[in-house]
């Protein structure tokens, strides 16, 4: 949530920083609403201030003999009024938040303006691997070599699921031991979070009101939701806290299957495991303090890109325009995979910064130590990383000419094989 005083103070500012996303602001029925709300705030608490003086003269008054019934009549029309005020007031701060929360993040100084077009790729690691024979796609290595039975995988939980099968797997679940090794010898820590998560967590995240149907929801017990993403709920972690200065930065990462619906339609060559339902996600996440996020940004998109370049993959790295960052980053960097059979680029880790965006929707807060000054903390996640396209690279950027794999270097400690065959 964007903090209401700077739409009270820069408007301008805001509606050219939400413009660079492509959204429209119009603050009409903010300004009105603002205006009202405050207005009545004043009327109200002056009226209050009435009301408490006169209520302390009915006991001298009775004491006095006078009729204390004209008075009566006053603070009674006095309360009603109240009321009135009070109920008016909570519907504008209703109408207030519920604006306010529909509003994106705006973006960062230095993030251009535009949507995929203007993108910008700002590094580039190792070369296009190339064949003097006809390179196989993904979806026919894995299966050739037993890796993945994706025809059972749609048996079983329809379009968009899959079914890792032996050394498919081990090699799933080496790549996912690697991350958790890097990460812990990196001073991470470790977090095992609920899968399943309550409306809260969705609002204070981002993704609600705005993306409610990308959830799988569950009604039976009030909404609950199959997390997206680890961050919706490491986000979560100190919703309504106020976290001491020495706490901060606080450095997590957690393992979780994801749950997407993934709205929309699927193209053609996006076949197997490019665009999938449920996949296996590591995800890093910092609370920072305010003048420590920059560099915390820094610090984990070099740390995702250390995690596919120690896997020998061939990527880039590329900051993303206002219009293709998330609704609640205020910063995205993407490290994006090559896909010999697609030619083309495909994301396997986003990185962010939210500044504090989620923090006002959560109510996260530290204390400064030596000021006991309270402001919001600042938030940061990344993939660290997503496996349902690191494994499509693995087997078309290393198939050899035999129709075999090679495993990466890395991942051979916990396969406990350097081919598949």
């Known amino acids: ?17 939400l413009a660079k996303r492509g959204y429209a602001l119009d603050l009409t029925d903010f300004s009105a609403w603002d205006a009202e709300r405050r207005s ?53 701060e209703e109408s207030i938040r519920s604006f306010m929360l529909a509003l994106p993040n705006l973006p960062a100084e230095d993030v251009q303006a535009g949507g995929k077009e203007a993108n910008q790729v700002v590094k580039v690691f190792g070369q296009k691997p190339e064949w ?48 958790v090794e890097t990460h812990l010898k990196d001073g991470y820590e ?15 995240a981002g993704q609600f009101p705005k993306f409610e149907e990308d959830v799988y929801r569950l009604t039976e017990e009030g909404f609950r939701f199959l997390l997206p ?12 806290e106020i976290l001491d200065e020495s706490m901060l930065p606080r450095k997590l990462f957690a393992y979780t299957p994801c749950y997407r619906r993934e709205a929309g339609t699927y193209r053609a060559s996006e076949r ?69 059979s697609m030619n083309e680029y495909k994301e396997c880790s986003s990185v962010s910064n939210a500044r504090d965006y989620q923090a006002r929707r959560g ?28 494994i499509p690279a693995i087997v078309e950027q290393f198939q050899q000419g035999d129709g075999s794999v090679a495993v990466p270097e890395v991942l051979r400690k916990y396969t406990g094989f350097d081919v598949i065959r």
């Open 229 to 240: 993403t680890a961050e919706t709920a490491l986000i979560n972690l100190y919703r309504d």
């Open 132 to 179: 003097d024979y006809e390179p196989q796609n993904h979806v026919d290595l894995c299966t050739k070599l037993g890796l993945i039975d994706y025809e059972r995988g749609v048996k079983m939980g329809g379009n968009g699921f899959w079914l890792y099968t032996g050394k498919g797997a081990i090699l799933e679940w080496a790549l996912l031991n690697y991350f």
């Open 272 to 340: 197997g495991m490019i665009r999938g339902h449920q996949f296996n996600k590591v995800e890093m996440f910092q609370y920072t303090r305010p003048e420590d996020s920059t560099q915390a940004l820094q610090e984990l998109i070099d740390k995702a890109c250390a995690l596919v370049e120690g896997l020998g993959l061939h990527y880039r790295l590329s900051k993303l325009a206002a219009g293709d960052c998330s609704a609640s980053m205020a910063t995205t960097y993407d490290i994006e995979l090559w896909l010999p």
């Open 40 to 92: 009545l705030l004043s009327e109200n608490e002056n009226l209050k201030a009435e009301r408490n003086r006169l209520n302390k003269e009915i006991p001298a008054m009775k004491k006095r003999g006078e009729d204390t019934a004209p008075l009566m009549a006053r603070l009674k029309e006095m309360s009603d009024r109240v009321k009135a005020m009070d109920e008016r007031q909570a519907q504008l």
């Open 190 to 204: 470790f977090m095992l979070p609920p899968h399943l998560l309550t409306y809260e967590c969705g609002l204070t």
């Open 1 to 17: 949530m964007l903090d209401v005083n700077l739409l009270r103070n820069q408007p301008d500012a805001v509606v050219a920083g």
């Open 363 to 390: 109510n996260i807060r530290f204390r400064r130590a030596q000021t006991k000054k309270i402001e919001y903390v600042h938030t940061l996640n990344g993939s660290g990383l997503a496996t349902s396209r690191l």
